[in-house]
C-alpha cells in the first residue's frame, strides 16, 4: 500500500513537472523572448520538461514583492510546474542586506520558482548585444530555480559541464564579489549544459535524455533544505 502510494506520488510529480507554465508577472521582457527562453529550458531539460505554456498574469505592476507571497499566489492560480518572471524585486526575510533582493527563488513546498529580472540589468541595455546578455541572464537565473523545482540542488563550488562552462547549478559565494561581480562571474559564467552530477539525477529521476559519457559521480546531495523559503538566486 506504501509502495502504491509512492509510485502515485512519484507518476503525479513527473506529470506535474513536464509542462511548465512561464508566467509573466509584471514584467516588460516581450512575449517573442519568453519564447526564446522557453524553447532554451526544454532544449537544456530534454526530456524532462516537454512543453512550456506561456501566460500572462493580471496583476497590478508593483515596485517589489515578497517572494515566498508571489509563490502562493502563481501556485494558486496555475498550480503544476510554474516559473514566474517579473522585473519587480523580489523580498525575503532574511536578514542579511544582499540576500533581502534576490535574483530567484523556489519554494519548496509547491512546483513554484520565481525570478527576477530587476537586478540582471548591469549596464544600460542600448543595444542588441546588451539585450541578448539580458536574455542570457534570465534564462540562466530560470534554469537554476527551474532546476531546483526538478529536486537539483546548489553547488557551493565551481562545477563545470563537459562543455566547460559552470552548470546552471552552480551557486558560488556572494559575499566574495559583491552582486555586479557575482552576475559576471557566476551567471555570465554559466552554461546552458548541466553538469554530469545534475545529468545523472535527472536522468534517473525524471528520464533526461542526455547520452551520459565518462564518469557518473555518486551520492548526489538531493535533500531539500529546512528553510522556507529556498535557492536564493
Ligand atoms: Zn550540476
Ligand atoms: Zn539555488
Not at 19 to 48: C, E, M
Not at 80 to 104: E, K, P, S
Not at 193 to 202: A, P, Q, S, T
Not at 206 to 216: M, N, R, Y
Amino acid at each position: 500500500m506504501i509502495l502504491l502510494n509512492m509510485r502515485e506520488k512519484g507518476t503525479e510529480m513527473l506529470e506535474n513537472t513536464s509542462v511548465l507554465h512561464i508566467v509573466r508577472a509584471g514584467s516588460d521582457i516581450t512575449y517573442s523572448s519568453l519564447k526564446v527562453i522557453g524553447n532554451r529550458i526544454l532544449d537544456a531539460f530534454r526530456g524532462t520538461i516537454q512543453e512550456f505554456k506561456l501566460t500572462r498574469h493580471k496583476a497590478p505592476v508593483v515596485d517589489s514583492i515578497d517572494a515566498y507571497f508571489l509563490t502562493k499566489v502563481l501556485d494558486q492560480e496555475y498550480g503544476g510546474h510554474v516559473l514566474g518572471i517579473t522585473d519587480a524585486d523580489l523580498r525575503t526575510n532574511d536578514t542579511d542586506a544582499f540576500y533581502n533582493c534576490i535574483f530567484g527563488g523556489k519554494n519548496p513546498q509547491n512546483d513554484v520558482a520565481v525570478v527576477s529580472t530587476k537586478m540582471l540589468y548591469t549596464d544600460r541595455i542600448d543595444s542588441n548585444k546588451a539585450y541578448k546578455l539580458f536574455i542570457d541572464r534570465t534564462l540562466k537565473v530560470s534554469l537554476h530555480e527551474v532546476g531546483h523545482n526538478l529536486g537539483l540542488t546548489d553547488h557551493a563550488a565551481y562545477q563545470t559541464a563537459q562543455d566547460g562552462t559552470l552548470c546552471p547549478m552552480s551557486r558560488g559565494e556572494y559575499n566574495k564579489f559583491g552582486y555586479i561581480g557575482y552576475i559576471r562571474a557566476i551567471i555570465d559564467g554559466r552554461g546552458t549544459n548541466f553538469c554530469d552530477e545534475c545529468v545523472y539525477f535527472l536522468t534517473k529521476l525524471h528520464g533526461h535524455k542526455h547520452a551520459i559519457d565518462g564518469l557518473v559521480k555518486d551520492g548526489l546531495d538531493s535533500k531539500t533544505g529546512s528553510k522556507r523559503f529556498r535557492g536564493l538566486n
